[in-house]
């Protein structure tokens, strides 16, 4: 009995406490009278609470009144806009109507300690930051590029700072030769963009790594990297190319005549997958940009081309041999294994013309081709086997036929012997 | 000295025949097939096909059981074995390119087969269980192919087995059932490699052996039919042993040759692994001997009368297939030893259609 | 020598010659070759004590190369030591504990995961398991 009534009393005493959670606004997600009001409203009024329901801020608990201000649990319009109220921020005030939250670290930290808190800083330092300093409205702020009341974390793959997103995010404006004609700056970036190797790692083999538009030029710092940055852009990611290139000859002078250096020969938006006819003194040469006919460095692009369409010949001979004689059945796993050392030789070698020194491109193809001759004997081995096979076929078959012969003979007599 | 050797020899040999023939009745078997006679006319050039058929079977079970040395029947590795086979094994791509090209030229060899008996009305009493073991035989060696087909596990026989297994769904009630049990399961799978290898290298060579053994058996005790229009005249007779045995294993010989030369110069292909969930190429076709019926399929309307074209088309085939096996008891003109026009043409029509539809399969493209 | 003879001993010779020529493929058939499995899917890798702690080894794993990395707490590591950039082989550097791939400087962490560099993806990496005295590599899943 005594247990029953000890039930009883806890069973009371949480509805009483239930009961006060639910009569209490602030404690039971409580109705949101700005919601209310604009899904009454026509098409641009009623979207922020629609597509508010996806956004980031709305993921973290906070509301309309939490950017825009006045009292939602207020029904009355007029006592809902309270003096707080801050409505529709004006485009130049947009960063600070942001970083209000944005740069309040012990704010931020809330939600997400990890997040940066210098937006604003570095956007006053961007071309975009710049301009709108000065008073123009039309340069992005952050709305533009992270959207309004759909705003998702740069990590949600329909983020508009999503990879892959942001070519076009960017490209919204910078494309658009209208918008842009008062700038006196190119606007096929995306155009040559998307044909680079880096496009084509992005949105064909959905690299994520591969860079877009920010790697190279920042994001809310954004700004046209200079000639004597962009090389350590570039090192970002290829830093043996880039330490390579620096103990090249080319370096001084490059320095010396303000050239920028990975962009002389690779361009900046159209980087297109690296050929070995970038090499040399051929027509897609980008040698010749600089060196005339005969002068002594052009001759050494020309050695440096012949060196490795000798060694990438080599590798295709000895390739087309293993090829060969696999396609006749003959084993010839072990030296296509082999022949793996070689081909990565000739990567490695492809990467060593850019500190041109003849003699370490020589030593490297030295170490493949000695593989290659090994190869190539596995694989003429493996061709004279599969040789031997077809004789052996043809003997066999000469063998079938002996045998017809005979049984035709065979056949002759008896039937000359039954008909008798 | 030689001369004594020789005879010593001579001795030995037919001291081991008559102990084996004591034992297995060796001598009355001999006396059998020589006094078994073989009629000679113009047209016992088609006798040779039957005895191509069981040569050919030979050569299977033969390279067959070679493979099965190498082989996994997994999804994993299917394909890799067969590989394997082709690249690594010695002589592999030569045991495998037997096995597929003589598996195709063994179909041909039972289609001549089978409408050589047909037109010659070798059918008739008292050899209709004869015509209709060889018409099961025609089933089964046809279910060979279709199982044997997608044992490498490639993209063409992934996709042709899928298409194949679909078209048995669409008959009404029991189709999607059928296709479940013939699968293993709703889709091609692993599942279905284990089902299609049991059937290949168990249940078939069951059936076969019991089928093919009462098909040969029927032949040897009946002997061979003569041809209605040559009823009236006396026709030349050869002994079945050794004479017919001889030129039947020239023929033997012959063929392998061709075997031998299609596949030093085309060793059959090993292809692209199946990926399930690869979009399914275009222009894909079942094997060679299943695309009458498969264009036909295509090519009906989708709704004739009140019923679905497809299933239209099944039943037809079925219909046909049983009228077929029939024939022996539906042809009374034959079994009267009476000429029997309406049948011949009705066997000409049929290989002409076979004929046309399966030259249309490879001649218009995009089917 | 009579005809009959002759086409006796024909017969006789070219069969045999015709067997001889068909059991040789046969045989050569039979006989086990020296790769034994149509997929590799384990291999032994080293023996137990081969590699001391922060060395590694390459072996060849089917047809190609893998890398086993025994790191300075004696763990025992192994990935497919292709790089997933432009398919170098990749080498285990013991200062600093992690994979360089020497044709453009990828590096990788001892979970196989990209560091720094332009490789676009992880290496994949492989079980490790201790069998007696062989250390056996296989493939996951």
Same mark, same amino acid.
């Given at each position: 009995?005594?247990?029953?009534?000890?039930?009883?009393?806890?069973?009371?005493?949480?509805?009483? $406490?239930?009961?006060?959670?639910?009569?209490?606004?602030?404690?039971?997600?409580?109705?949101?009278?700005?919601?209310?009001?604009?899904?009454?409203?026509?098409?641009?009024?009623?979207?922020?609470?629609?597509?508010?329901?996806?956004?980031?801020?709305?993921?973290?608990?906070?509301?309309?009144?939490?950017?825009?201000?006045?009292?939602?649990?207020?029904?009355?319009?007029?006592?809902?806009?309270?003096?707080?109220?801050?409505?529709?921020?004006?485009?130049?005030?947009?960063?600070?109507?942001?970083?209000?939250?944005?740069?309040?670290?012990?704010?931020?930290?809330?939600?997400?300690?990890?997040?940066?808190?210098?937006?604003?800083?570095?956007?006053?330092?961007?071309?975009?930051?710049?301009?709108?300093?000065?008073?123009?409205?039309? $340069?992005?702020?952050?709305?533009?590029?992270?959207?309004?009341?759909?705003?998702?974390?740069?990590?949600?793959?329909?983020?508009?700072?999503?990879?892959?997103?942001?070519?076009?995010?960017?490209?919204?404006?910078?494309?658009?030769?209208?918008?842009?004609?008062?700038?006196?700056?190119?606007?096929?970036?995306?155009?040559?963009?998307?044909?680079?190797?880096?496009?084509?790692?992005?949105?064909?083999?959905?690299?994520?790594?591969?860079? $877009?538009?920010?790697?190279?030029?920042?994001?809310?710092?954004?700004?046209?990297?200079?000639?004597?940055?962009?090389?350590?852009?570039?090192?970002?990611?290829?830093?043996?190319?880039?330490?390579?290139?620096?103990?090249?000859?080319?370096?001084?002078?490059?320095?010396?005549?303000?050239?920028?250096?990975?962009?002389?020969?690779?361009?900046?938006?159209?980087?297109?997958?690296?050929?070995?006819?970038?090499?040399?003194?051929?027509?897609?040469? $980008?040698?010749?940009?600089?060196?005339?006919?005969?002068?002594?460095?052009?001759?050494?692009?020309?050695?440096?081309?012949?060196?490795?369409?000798?060694?990438?010949?080599?590798?295709?001979?000895?390739?087309?041999?293993?090829?060969?004689?696999?396609?006749?059945?003959?084993?010839?796993?072990?030296?296509?294994?082999?022949?793996?050392?070689?081909?990565?030789?000739?990567?490695?070698?492809?990467?060593?013309?850019?500190?041109?020194?003849?003699?370490?491109?020589?030593?490297?193809?030295?170490?493949?081709?000695?593989?290659?001759?090994?190869?190539?004997?596995?694989?003429?081995?493996?061709?004279?086997?599969?040789?031997?096979?077809?004789?052996?076929?043809?003997?066999?078959?000469?063998?079938?036929?002996?045998?017809?012969?005979?049984?035709?003979?065979?056949?002759?007599?008896?039937?000359?012997?039954?008909?008798? | 000295?030689?001369?004594?050797?020789?005879?010593?020899?001579?001795?030995?040999?037919?001291?081991?025949?008559?102990?084996?023939?004591?034992?297995?009745?060796?001598?009355?078997?001999?006396?059998?097939?020589?006094?078994?006679?073989?009629?000679?006319?113009?047209?016992?050039?088609?006798?040779?096909?039957?005895?191509?058929?069981?040569?050919?079977?030979?050569?299977?079970?033969?390279?067959?059981?070679?493979?099965?040395?190498?082989?996994?029947?997994?999804?994993?590795?299917?394909?890799?074995?067969?590989?394997?086979?082709?690249?690594?094994?010695?002589?592999?791509?030569?045991?495998?390119?037997?096995?597929?090209?003589?598996?195709?030229?063994?179909?041909?060899?039972?289609?001549?087969?089978?409408?050589?008996?047909?037109?010659?009305?070798?059918?008739?009493?008292?050899?209709?269980?004869?015509?209709?073991?060889?018409?099961?035989?025609?089933?089964?060696?046809?279910?060979?192919?279709?199982?044997?087909?997608?044992?490498?596990?490639?993209?063409?026989?992934?996709?042709?087995?899928?298409?194949?297994?679909?078209?048995?769904?669409?008959?009404?009630?029991?189709?999607?059932?059928?296709?479940?049990?013939?699968?293993?399961?709703?889709?091609?799978?692993?599942?279905?490699?284990?089902?299609?290898?049991?059937?290949?290298?168990?249940?078939?060579?069951?059936?076969?052996?019991?089928?093919?053994?009462?098909?040969?058996?029927?032949?040897?005790?009946?002997?061979?039919?003569?041809?209605?229009?040559?009823?009236?005249?006396?026709?030349?007779?050869?002994?079945?042993?050794?004479?017919?045995?001889?030129?039947?294993?020239?023929?033997?010989?012959?063929?392998?040759?061709?075997?031998?030369?299609?596949?030093?110069?085309?060793?059959?292909?090993?292809?692209?692994?199946?990926?399930?969930?690869?979009?399914?190429?275009?222009?894909?076709?079942?094997?060679?001997?299943?695309?009458?019926?498969?264009?036909?399929?295509?090519?009906?309307?989708?709704?004739?009368?009140?019923?679905?074209?497809?299933?239209?088309?099944?039943?037809?085939?079925?219909?046909?297939?049983?009228?077929?096996?029939?024939?022996?008891?539906?042809?009374?003109?034959?079994?009267?030893?009476?000429?029997?026009?309406?049948?011949?043409?009705?066997?000409?029509?049929?290989?002409?259609?076979?004929?046309?539809?399966?030259?249309?399969?490879?001649?218009?493209?995009?089917? | 020598?009579?005809?009959?003879?002759?086409?006796?001993?024909?017969?006789?010779?070219?069969?045999?010659?015709?067997?001889?020529?068909?059991?040789?493929?046969?045989?050569?058939?039979?006989?086990?070759?020296?790769?034994?499995?149509?997929?590799?899917?384990?291999?032994?890798?080293?023996?137990?004590?081969?590699?001391?702690?922060?060395?590694?080894?390459?072996?060849?794993?089917?047809?190609?190369?893998?890398?086993?990395?025994?790191?300075?707490?004696?763990?025992?590591?192994?990935?497919?030591?292709?790089?997933?950039?432009?398919?170098?082989?990749?080498?285990?550097?013991?200062?600093?504990?992690?994979?360089?791939?020497?044709?453009?400087?990828?590096?990788?962490?001892?979970?196989?995961?990209?560091?720094?560099?332009?490789?676009?993806?992880?290496?994949?990496?492989?079980?490790?398991?201790?069998?007696?005295?062989?250390?056996?590599?296989?493939?996951?899943?």
């Amino acid at each position: 009995m005594k247990v029953l009534s000890t039930n009883r009393i806890i069973y009371s005493l949480s509805l009483v $406490v239930l009961a006060v959670f639910v009569s209490h606004p602030t404690l039971s997600g409580q109705t949101n009278s700005c919601v209310e009001c604009h899904n009454e409203l026509d098409e641009e009024l009623k979207a922020p609470a629609e597509t508010f329901k996806r956004d980031i801020h709305q993921q973290f608990g906070l509301s309309c009144a939490d950017c825009h201000g006045g009292n939602p649990s207020e029904e009355d319009i007029d006592l809902a806009k309270d003096k707080t109220f801050k409505g529709t921020p004006s485009r130049s005030l947009i960063p600070e109507f942001c970083s209000s939250c944005h740069s309040d670290s012990s704010y931020m930290r809330r939600f997400n300690p990890s997040l940066r808190v210098d937006q604003l800083d570095l956007f006053w330092t961007s071309k975009h930051g710049q301009l709108l300093k000065k008073g123009d409205i039309n $340069v992005a702020v952050c709305t533009d590029c992270h959207g309004t009341h759909e705003i998702q974390a740069a990590t949600h793959p329909k983020s508009m700072t999503f990879p892959w997103n942001i070519p076009q995010t960017c490209n919204r404006c910078h494309s658009d030769k209208e918008y842009m004609k008062n700038y006196k700056i190119p606007t096929n970036q995306w155009e040559n963009y998307k044909e680079s190797v880096h496009a084509h790692a992005l949105f064909d083999k959905k690299d994520l790594s591969a860079p $877009v538009c920010n790697d190279c030029h920042g994001n809310h710092g954004a700004f046209p990297p200079e000639v004597t940055s962009i090389s350590y852009v570039c090192r970002q990611c290829h830093p043996s190319t880039g330490e390579l290139f620096s103990q090249s000859p080319h370096k001084k002078v490059y320095d010396e005549m303000g050239i920028s250096e990975c962009e002389a020969c690779h361009g900046n938006h159209k980087i297109l997958p690296p050929s070995d006819e970038m090499l040399g003194t051929g027509e897609n040469a $980008v040698c010749i940009q600089c060196h005339e006919p005969d002068s002594k460095p052009y001759q050494v692009a020309s050695r440096i081309k012949g060196k490795v369409d000798e060694f990438k010949e080599k590798i295709h001979n000895v390739e087309s041999l293993l090829e060969r004689a696999d396609r006749q059945g003959v084993e010839v796993s072990e030296p296509k294994f082999r022949l793996s050392e070689a081909t990565t030789a000739l990567v490695l070698v492809r990467n060593l013309t850019h500190n041109l020194s003849l003699i370490d491109i020589e030593e490297k193809i030295e170490d493949g081709e000695k593989v290659i001759t090994e190869v190539a004997e596995a694989g003429e081995a493996a061709l004279r086997e599969a040789k031997f096979r077809k004789v052996w076929l043809i003997i066999a078959i000469l063998f079938i036929f002996l045998l017809a012969i005979a049984l035709y003979l065979k056949i002759k007599q008896i039937g000359k012997k039954t008909s008798a | 000295m030689s001369f004594q050797k020789k005879v010593n020899m001579k001795h030995l040999i037919q001291n081991v025949y008559s102990y084996a023939d004591s034992r297995f009745k060796l001598s009355e078997l001999l006396q059998f097939a020589t006094k078994k006679k073989v009629p000679e006319h113009k047209y016992s050039f088609w006798y040779y096909f039957g005895g191509i058929c069981l040569f050919l079977f030979a050569v299977q079970v033969f390279t067959g059981i070679l493979l099965l040395l190498y082989y996994t029947p997994s999804i994993d590795s299917a394909h890799e074995s067969i590989k394997f086979i082709m690249s690594q094994v010695k002589f592999g791509w030569l045991i495998r390119s037997v096995h597929s090209w003589s598996a195709n030229i063994l179909i041909g060899a039972i289609f001549i087969h089978m409408f050589s008996t047909f037109l010659l009305k070798a059918y008739r009493p008292p050899r209709e269980l004869t015509w209709v073991s060889g018409f099961f035989l025609l089933l089964i060696f046809l279910a060979f192919g279709f199982s044997g087909y997608l044992l490498p596990w490639n993209e063409l026989s992934f996709f042709a087995t899928r298409v194949g297994t679909d078209i048995a769904s669409t008959i009404p009630l029991i189709g999607k059932h059928i296709k479940t049990f013939i699968l293993g399961g709703s889709e091609v799978s692993g599942a279905t490699i284990s089902r299609f290898f049991w059937l290949h290298v168990a249940i078939l060579p069951l059936f076969t052996t019991i089928i093919l053994g009462i098909h040969i058996l029927l032949v040897q005790i009946i002997g061979m039919s003569k041809p209605i229009s040559l009823a009236e005249r006396k026709v030349k007779e050869i002994p079945f042993f050794p004479n017919f045995i001889l030129k039947d294993s020239l023929g033997w010989m012959l063929i392998l040759a061709l075997i031998g030369v299609l596949c030093v110069f085309f060793p059959w292909e090993v292809g692209q692994k199946a990926d399930s969930f690869a979009p399914t190429p275009l222009g894909i076709k079942p094997e060679w001997y299943f695309t009458f019926m498969f264009t036909t399929l295509k090519i009906i309307p989708s709704h004739i009368l009140l019923f679905e074209g497809e299933v239209i088309a099944i039943f037809g085939f079925m219909i046909g297939a049983l009228l077929w096996m029939l024939v022996p008891f539906l042809d009374r003109n034959a079994a009267k030893e009476r000429r029997s026009p309406f049948f011949s043409f009705m066997g000409w029509i049929i290989f002409l259609y076979i004929v046309i539809m399966t030259v249309l399969t490879y001649l218009l493209p995009g089917w | 020598m009579k005809r009959r003879n002759f086409i006796n001993l024909f017969l006789g010779g070219s069969l045999t010659a015709t067997t001889v020529a068909f059991l040789y493929p046969i045989i050569r058939y039979l006989l086990p070759t020296r790769q034994t499995e149509a997929v590799i899917k384990k291999i032994t890798a080293a023996k137990v004590g081969e590699l001391a702690p922060n060395t590694h080894k390459i072996f060849k794993f089917g047809t190609s190369p893998a890398i086993l990395i025994n790191t300075p707490n004696g763990e025992l590591k192994a990935f497919s030591a292709i790089c997933t950039h432009l398919t170098c082989t990749v080498i285990f550097e013991s200062d600093t504990e992690t994979l360089l791939c020497p044709c453009h400087n990828g590096r990788f962490d001892l979970g196989g995961n990209v560091v720094s560099g332009p490789p676009p993806s992880p290496l994949e990496s492989y079980n490790v398991e201790i069998a007696g005295d062989d250390i056996v590599v296989s493939k996951k899943g």
